[in-house]
């Protein structure tokens, strides 16, 4: 049989040059499908240099021979080297080299990853510690250091159209020997995605109640301050979250929506402090009652770094438990709207919430004969706060990738903003806090915060604070 010399020169040199060519001008492939593409060209181009380097043996040209061995074995180099790179590219698919961090489906910019692979595991995390001293308030050894949280998210993306997505965190920094006050551990949510339309996707398992800006984006780099605004801790109890089932989707590109039906909260765990112990929390919680919880946000493409929102949550919490001799439903009722603007180095954001409790006189008489601290449930709680924050570096450093930015935080709520009949308010949760500080951050996922918080009360001395920490995410 015999080959053509030229033809046989002008395949070997084709091959060459597609070989030779730079492994990063590849492009690369987004999912495992286009990478098996990859893979079966580079054998077909094997198997043709192997059969032209046969076919000059048979036609018994050394130099032409020679020439195609010595393709082959470049070849053979070239694969090994293209073989090591689909390698990495593979492994690239599952955890991406270079994060883009950016929320998306109304979760934190770090508990996204998931939704930006192509298939496989996704892993990510936050975490924060802080120094906190009170001032004024010495004689009660209450200054601390803690590491307030260490948190893992660990995601698959089974298929273009089925994820899970999960929050494992760990509170300072041990389980204190079975003390929650000491440190726990905890699944924050864990749930499965179902991608149907964009309009209306599915969402099941514990997952986070969508109300107000930290139960969903409780990432450090990404809210003022080492402690969350008390408004989202005592009236809206964050991180709040429920087993659960519901809708979530955008109803226009400016306009998007989240709606769960849930287990409800327990009555038997609220005091003067709120509704906040009443959590299920997905650790075996009571579900003889169940709760409704919608969100709707509206971010108008006119106006760049703008929305506004606002969710509500009804739901019964009696749980089928007996208060004072008697067997009520409970209703809970809570509501809040918000607010925020970001505009160049400029931050604000601003949200107000209302809750109202049924039969809070039937709680607060079952906590007084069970001898409960905190025994009195207001029957209606109210809580807003206002921050604002601007970067000042782009002003000192033009093109500076950090960031700097003072801020100043406002709010005020009261737990028991109305006490149920023949019950006492004795007003030491009707509190006022100013809170002033600065954030900087050297890379944008990691912060370094500081801040002084002035907190009064409308009966009892509450001290203030100054705090220094970090926090982090990956």
Same mark, same amino acid.
């Not at 590849?26 to 495992?32: F, I, Q, S, V």
């Not at 209450?142 to 260490?150: C, G, H, Q, T």
């Given at each position: 049989?015999k +080959? ?7 395949? !070997?040199?084709?091959?060459?040059i ?13 999912t ?22 046969n ?5 018994e ?13 470049? @070849? ?15 492994t690239? &698919? ?7 961090y ?5 979760l ?5 990853k998931?939704?930006?692979v192509?298939k ?10 802080h ?15 803690? *590491?307030?949280? @260490? ?6 993306k089974f298929?273009?159209?089925i ?12 389980? $204190? ?6 440190g ?19 969402r ?5 109640m ?9 990432e ?14 005592? +009236? ?5 979250r429920?087993?659960?089932?519901? %809708?979530f $989707?955008?109803i226009?590109?400016? %306009? ?7 287990n409800? *909260? ?7 402090k709120?509704i ?5 929390g997905?650790?075996?919680?009571k ?15 006119? &106006?760049?770094?703008?929305?506004v929102?606002?969710?509500a949550?009804? $739901?019964?919490?009696?749980q089928?438990?007996t208060?004072a001799?008697k067997?009520?439903?409970? @209703?809970?009722q809570l ?5 925020q ?9 601003a ?8 039969? #809070? ?10 001898k409960k601290?905190? #025994? ?27 960031? @700097? ?11 028991? !903003?109305? !006490? ?15 809170q002033?500080g %600065?954030?900087y ?26 705090n *220094? ?6």
């Amino acid at each position: 049989m015999k +080959i053509n010399r030229t033809t046989l020169k002008s395949s !070997a040199l084709t091959a060459l040059i597609a070989l030779n060519a730079p492994i990063h001008a590849l492009e690369k492939p987004k999912t495992m499908e286009d990478m098996w593409k990859i893979i079966q060209v580079q054998q077909q181009e094997i198997e043709a240099m192997k059969m032209q380097m046969n076919g000059a043996k048979v036609s018994e040209q050394p130099p032409v021979a020679n020439a195609a061995s010595g393709s082959v074995k470049n @070849l053979e180099r070239k694969t090994d080297v293209l073989s090591q790179e689909v390698e990495k590219l593979r492994t690239n &698919l599952a955890i991406p080299e270079e994060a883009k961090y950016k929320s998306m489906y109304g979760l934190g910019p770090a508990a996204s990853k998931i939704y930006q692979v192509g298939k496989g595991l996704s892993i990510g995390g936050y975490g924060e510690g802080h120094y906190q001293a009170n001032v004024g308030d010495k004689g009660n050894n209450k200054d601390n250091a803690d *590491l307030e949280r @260490l948190v893992l998210y660990a995601g698959y993306k089974f298929t273009d159209n089925i994820l899970f997505n999960s929050e494992l965190e760990f509170e300072h920094a041990t389980t $204190g020997e079975g003390s929650e006050s000491k440190g726990e551990v905890s699944v924050e949510f864990a749930a499965l995605d179902f991608f149907i339309d964009p309009m209306a996707n599915v969402r099941a398992g514990l997952v986070l109640m969508p109300m107000g800006f930290i139960n969903q984006i409780h990432e450090p780099p990404f809210y003022f301050g080492n402690n969350r605004p008390e408004v989202e801790q005592r +009236i809206i109890p964050s991180t709040w979250r429920e087993v659960g089932v519901g %809708l979530f $989707g955008q109803i226009t590109p400016e %306009l998007t929506y989240t709606t769960y039906v849930v287990n409800g *909260l327990n009555a038997e765990e609220f005091g003067s402090k709120g509704i906040r112990e009443g959590r299920g929390g997905g650790s075996q919680a009571k579900a003889e009652n169940f709760a409704y919880v919608a969100r709707m946000d509206y971010a108008p493409e006119a &106006l760049p770094g703008v929305s506004v929102g606002g969710s509500a949550y009804v $739901g019964n919490s009696g749980q089928n438990q007996t208060f004072a001799g008697k067997n009520p439903d409970i @209703l809970v009722q809570l509501y809040e709207g918000h607010a925020q603007w970001k505009y160049r180095g400029l931050e604000w954001r601003a949200l107000g919430s209302w809750g109202h409790i049924n039969n #809070a006189d039937l709680i607060s008489s079952q906590r007084s004969i069970d001898k409960k601290e905190g #025994a009195v449930v207001g029957s209606e709680n109210y809580g807003w706060y206002t921050e604002v924050g601007y970067d000042i570096l782009p002003l000192i450093f033009k093109d500076t990738a950090q960031y @700097l930015a003072p801020f100043f935080r406002y709010e005020q709520f009261d737990t028991i !903003a109305k !006490a149920p009949t023949d019950f006492p308010d004795d007003g030491n949760m009707d509190r006022h806090i100013y809170q002033f500080g %600065l954030q900087y951050k050297p890379i944008p996922n990691v912060v370094i915060k500081a801040d002084y918080r002035n907190i009064s009360a409308k009966k009892g001395s509450v001290p203030d604070d100054f705090n *220094l920490g970090f926090g982090f995410i990956f």
